[in-house]
């Protein structure tokens, strides 16, 4: 063996052909001479070790996960993959969604891209850079200053920056912290963005399924549940706890949060509770609307899990009424 020269006696018929090294990390796959499991894994793995995680294998592409930030998708990266060529340019998830944009423009027809993948292959990521391009690509108020005669490039450039702000709200809300993955998504979604015959965003729809609604009450022990309930207690102000019936702002002391993990490493709750706030309000939610819409959150969500029943359910019941009467 090749490093630690260890030799290794394995059966003839399970040994596979090698390609010669002209392929060595080759971009698309196939193009090998060889197409088997061997060398598939060996070309990932040459890639993925020399920080390349994208590769091509005909019209699919492959990508693993780095489990950290690769300084890959800046806008200078987004500009460098417009309008080119897949062949012209290294892998990338950027190279996918400009083919399937520019097939779009050219051809009149929908275009699909479908993200698919095991828990923690990366299928969240991908799909915001995906967007994150599309935005991007078919903005039309770039270098363009606010008059009478673009009002309506303004909307599309406020159309745009909804969907990026929007996945902030579904991480919030559908996303938790799993054995494998940190932000794994516990809800399936389908995206679909509508374009003008200019190519720029008319409008989206998200439309989500299979929300994994027992996490709320019941999770492995090295899991939390979703994301907004510790982002809600860490921020918490004095008036929003007794706003929202809670006597401690500690994650710890409530009952369907304190058996699994409390905090994640890198991860401060707070500032990801202000950009879930900020992208609600991008969203076009007011500030009174998201303050109304909380009184219904530990209604909803926490349930009784919070307090023991009987001291909760009277609290509950006189916050109940004052509700309906704030909203006649």
């Known amino acids: 063996l090749q490093g630690s020269g260890r030799k290794l006696t394995v059966p003839k018929d399970v040994i596979q052909k090698m390609n010669p090294p002209k392929f060595?990390?080759?971009?698309?796959?196939?193009?090998?001479?060889?197409?088997?499991?061997?060398?598939?894994?060996?070309?990932?793995?040459?890639?993925?070790?020399?920080?390349?995680?994208?590769?091509?294998s005909g019209l699919f592409c492959v990508v693993i996960n780095p489990y950290k930030r690769l300084p890959i998708?800046?806008?200078?990266?987004?500009?460098?993959?417009?309008?080119?060529?897949?062949?012209?340019?290294?892998?990338?998830?950027?190279?996918?969604?400009?083919?399937?944009?520019r097939n779009m423009i050219l051809d009149r027809k929908d275009q699909s891209i479908l993200c698919t993948g095991e828990s923690g292959a990366g299928k969240t990521e991908n799909t915001k850079r995906v967007i994150q391009y599309l935005a991007s690509v078919a903005t039309s108020t770039k270098n363009q200053k606010t008059t009478p005669s673009n009002i309506i490039s303004k909307l599309n450039g406020e159309l745009e920056a909804q969907l990026l702000k929007a996945n902030p709200i579904l991480e919030a809300f559908g996303n938790a912290k799993t054995i494998k993955n940190d932000n794994s998504s516990r809800f399936g979604k389908f995206i679909r963005i509508n374009f003008d015959t200019s190519g720029f965003i008319a409008g989206a729809n998200i439309e989500t399924y299979l929300l994994e609604k027992?996490?709320?009450?019941?999770?492995?022990?090295?899991?939390?549940?979703?994301?907004?309930?510790?982002?809600?207690?860490?921020?918490?102000?004095?008036?929003l706890k007794e706003k929202l019936l809670l006597n401690d702002a500690a994650s710890a002391k409530h009952n369907y949060l304190s058996h699994g993990m409390i905090e994640v490493s890198g991860v401060d709750e707070k500032q990801a509770f202000q950009e879930t706030a900020e992208a609600m309000s991008i969203m076009g939610i007011s500030e009174?609307?998201?303050?109304?819409?909380?009184?219904?959150?530990?209604?909803?969500?926490?349930?009784?899990?919070f307090q023991c029943i009987t001291c909760w359910w009277e609290r509950f019941f006189q916050h109940l009424k004052k509700t309906f009467w704030s909203l006649l």
Request: net charge neutral; aromatic share 16%.
């Open 73 to 101: 998708y800046r806008e200078e990266i987004v500009e460098w993959y417009k309008g080119k060529k897949r062949h012209e340019r290294p892998p990338h998830i950027f190279a996918i969604a400009d083919t399937a944009y």
């Open 288 to 305: 009174e609307d998201q303050q109304g819409s909380l009184p219904f959150f530990p209604i909803r969500f926490f349930g009784i899990g």
């Open 214 to 239: 027992t996490r709320v009450i019941r999770k492995a022990p090295e899991e939390r549940s979703f994301h907004i309930f510790y982002q809600l207690l860490a921020s918490a102000t004095p008036e």
């Open 24 to 56: 060595e990390k080759v971009e698309d796959m196939a193009n090998l001479t060889y197409l088997n499991e061997a060398s598939v894994l060996y070309n990932l793995k040459s890639r993925y070790y020399s920080g390349l995680i994208y590769t091509y």
